[in-house]
């Protein structure tokens, strides 16, 4: 459901081809980020704070890098 309204949200040319690649990047994004999330998990032995400020690290570090903050 959030896909959707942020497809539409943000102005993307409504066709059926824009769609699914932006369906199929958000899916891939939803794959990696839960893949990192249970990577973190196993690593860290805290249930508490310290597997969320590693995968938060990784997160930033990961959407710095790839210029996701920019080009929002």
């Known amino acids: 459901m ?3 309204i942020v497809f539409w949200s943000i102005g993307i040319e409504t066709t ?3 769609f699914g690649w932006f369906l199929l990047i958000a899916m891939v994004s939803n ?8 990577f ?9 704070g310290a597997a ?3 995968n938060m690290l ?3 570090l990961f959407l ?3 210029g996701g903050l920019v080009n929002l």
């Open 2 to 4: 959030m896909v959707l």
């Open 16 to 18: 059926l081809e824009n």
């Open 31 to 38: 794959f990696t980020f839960n893949a990192q999330g249970y």
């Open 40 to 48: 973190v998990g196993l690593a860290v032995n805290d249930e508490g």
């Open 52 to 54: 969320k400020e590693v």
């Open 58 to 60: 990784i997160s930033l």
């Open 64 to 66: 710095i890098v790839s």
